[in-house]
């Protein structure tokens, strides 16, 4: 990481493992499977638009889990 937790804790950020209480969780690279939490809204790179058969899992994850995926492969400028 180019940050430390101290250097984000000093900016303002809470520094926590119990997401529980976020609506939106924002990272960079996927999550490991299994631990994304039910109902909740995500950022991150998920490399499932491909529909490359190792991300198959996460894609399947994220629809059982009813989450919100904002994935940034996605996101284009102009729409």
């Known amino acids: 990481r180019v940050f430390t937790d101290r250097e984000f804790a000093a900016a303002g950020a809470t520094i926590t493992r119990d997401l529980s209480g ?3 969780i924002m990272g960079v690279k996927q999550p490991l499977n299994g631990s ?3 109902g ?3 950022l991150f790179f998920s490399h499932v638009i491909k529909a490359q058969p190792e991300n198959m899992p996460l894609l399947d994850e994220v629809l059982e889990k009813k989450v919100r995926l904002i994935d940034y492969e996605c996101i284009r400028e102009g729409g």
Do not use: F, G, I, R
Request: hydrophobic share 35%; net charge positive.
């Open 22 to 24: 976020a609506n939106t």
């Open 36 to 38: 994304l939490l039910p």
């Open 40 to 42: 909740k809204n995500y």
